[in-house]
């Protein structure tokens, strides 16, 4: 018994060695054992985070098992590397070749889902949309076509087009009357149509204003303690402008005047800058707590 345990190691160590000369394919063609030796090392990689060294192994497996029946997955999974790791222009490139060349893959429409995903990532609206809407069309019955309307919705909620964005959600509710995020949808719709009613402040007005009056747009667009600060800073200047020409002391009023300009001209830009913060900012939440109802259902 001793002398078995003794011959395991030496017997591992004889197949590791003998590995590389062995044949990599039976007669017919199957794929023997390091094929799928191969596959769990770079799934291992894949599940520890190690997205380079995955990539690096499912490349290797292609290379050395070209014709296994597995080559669908280890050409997905090397997309599925990049998407991780948040490489979302190669994932797309990487998911798209493998839905040309694996067209009757069985993870060709989650691919088609990734890759539209990836160009929403990267900001390539126009495509990730025509992505996602082939698949939602040509594969409604698949778990991704909702979720591939979730992610229009969200896609065009980025660009800010709050009517695709709805038209997208609406779309859901009527191709699938039993979808389990029937809720989160109908409150997102409601707070697309609360998007649309916002209030706004007028950049153009606020700057008019504080023309006028230093300090008054920034007020208008409430940001009350830079309008305090505006209203005395040129008031400061303007006071002293005024006063050197009372006193017919037309060097210091130039002086005290042109270095009041910059702060008029800024108090103006300012307050322009700061109805437009505001306009963003109550539209911020908005889309925050869409987001949150629908992140979830992709």
Do not use: C
């Not at 023997?32 to 030796?37: A, E, K, N, T, Y």
């Amino acid at each position: 018994m001793k002398s078995l345990h003794r011959l395991l190691p030496i017997t591992f160590l004889l197949l590791l060695a003998l590995a590389p000369v062995l044949p990599l394919h039976a007669d017919d063609g199957t794929v023997l054992l390091f094929g799928d030796v191969q596959l769990r090392i770079a799934d291992a990689f894949q599940e520890a985070g190690e997205y380079y060294r995955a990539i690096t192994e499912y490349m290797k497996f292609l290379i050395l098992f070209p014709d296994s029946a597995k080559a669908d997955y280890a050409t997905f999974a090397i997309g599925l590397a990049h998407f991780k790791g948040q490489e979302y222009g190669a994932a797309a490139q990487s998911f798209l070749a493998m839905r040309e060349k694996f067209p009757d893959s069985g993870y060709a429409v989650q691919a088609g889902y990734l890759e539209g995903t990836s160009f929403w990532k990267i900001k390539n609206y126009r495509i990730a949309r025509a992505t996602l809407e082939a698949l939602a069309d040509q594969y409604p019955g698949s778990e991704y076509a909702p979720r591939a309307l979730v992610a229009i919705g969200l896609a065009a909620l980025d660009e800010d087009k709050v009517e695709v964005s709805r038209l997208a959600l609406e779309r859901i509710l009527d191709r699938y009357p039993a979808y389990s995020g029937e809720g989160e949808v109908r409150e997102a719709m409601a707070q697309l149509d609360l998007y649309r009613e916002l209030p706004e402040k007028s950049p153009v007005l606020a700057g008019i204003l504080s023309a006028i009056l230093p300090g008054s747009g920034y007020i208008y667009a409430e940001h009350y303690g830079d309008g305090i600060t505006a209203f005395l800073i040129n008031g400061l200047f303007i006071a002293g402008t005024a006063t050197a020409i009372h006193q017919e002391n037309y060097g210091v009023a130039g002086v005290v005047g042109g270095i009041g300009v910059p702060f008029y001209l800024g108090n103006i830009y300012g307050s322009a800058n700061a109805a437009k913060k505001w306009n963003l900012g109550i539209r911020t939440e908005v889309v925050r707590k869409i987001q949150s109802l629908l992140t979830p259902l992709l």
